[in-house]
C-alpha cells in the first residue's frame, strides 16, 4: 500500500494520503490549513495518483480547512460524521474562544458533494475497504478508519504517547474514555497507526506506552 504524507503548515496537522500503489486511484484524509490544495496536489503528480474522494476524521477546521478546493477542484466527495457535518459551514462551534475570534470574519460554505457516515458505514474505494469507527470524546462525530486489516487513521482520538484534546467545544473526557476503552484498546497490536498529529505509531505500542489508553484499562 502506498501511504504518502505531509504535515499542514497551521497546527502541524498531518495530510495523509492512500492508495494501493503508484498510478492508482487514492483517497485524501484531513486536508488541513492553510490551503493545502498545491501540496496534494504535488503528491498527486509524483505518484501519479487519481484522487476519488476526500475523508474527514472529525470537523475542526485545522482538519478541514481546505476542503472546498480539494473537493470541488478534483470534482470527488467528501466524507464526515453526520454529528460533525454543521462545522464545516460553522467551525467556531467546536473552536477555543481564541481560535474562534480569529476566524471570526471568514465565511465557511460546504463542497459541492458532501457525503455523511455514521458508525460501522463501509466505503469501498481504491482497492481498500475503509471502515468508519464512531469515537467521540475529541468531537462528538470524530471518527477512526481501519484500511482493511493494516492501518488505523485516527485523527485526533489517538497519537503517539497521547491522545486529544476534550476540552474543546463539542469534547468530552467520558466519551474519550469510553472511546479509548472500546474502540481503540480491543484494535489488534500489529496495526499502523495513522494520527492527526505527529509521528505513526501501532495500536500494541500505544498499549504498551500510552499513559492515557494504559490509565484507562486499569482495574
Not at 499542514?8 to 500503489?21: E, H, K, M, R, V
Amino acid at each position: 500500500m502506498l501511504v504518502a504524507t505531509f504535515a499542514a503548515p497551521a497546527f502541524a496537522t498531518n495530510c495523509w494520503i492512500l492508495a494501493s500503489g503508484e498510478g492508482q486511484e487514492c483517497v485524501i484524509f484531513d486536508p488541513g490549513m492553510p490551503d493545502v490544495s498545491h501540496q496534494v496536489d504535488d503528491l498527486i503528480h509524483h505518484h501519479n495518483l487519481k484522487p476519488v474522494a476526500t475523508i474527514f476524521t472529525h470537523g475542526h477546521l485545522d482538519h478541514t480547512f481546505s476542503i472546498v478546493p480539494i473537493v470541488d477542484g478534483y470534482g470527488i466527495p467528501a466524507y464526515i460524521h453526520s454529528e460533525d457535518r454543521i462545522l464545516l459551514t460553522h467551525p467556531e462551534k467546536a473552536l477555543s474562544a481564541e481560535f474562534a475570534s480569529q476566524v471570526a470574519g471568514m465565511e465557511f460554505v460546504e463542497p459541492k458533494d458532501v457525503r455523511e457516515l455514521r458508525n460501522n458505514d463501509e466505503i469501498e474505494i481504491v482497492g481498500m475497504k475503509l471502515r468508519a469507527i464512531h469515537a467521540p470524546g475529541h468531537t462528538r462525530g470524530s471518527l477512526i478508519f481501519s484500511v482493511g486489516d493494516e492501518i488505523i487513521i485516527s485523527g485526533d482520538v489517538l497519537f503517539a504517547g497521547s491522545i486529544g484534546r476534550t476540552d474543546l467545544p463539542s469534547g468530552s473526557a467520558k466519551d474519550m474514555e469510553n472511546t479509548l476503552r472500546k474502540k481503540i484498546w480491543p484494535l489488534a497490536d500489529e496495526l499502523r497507526v495513522l494520527p492527526g498529529h505527529g509521528p505513526e505509531t501501532t495500536i500494541g505500542r500505544e498499549k504498551a506506552h500510552n499513559p492515557y489508553l494504559k490509565n484507562v484499562m486499569r482495574p
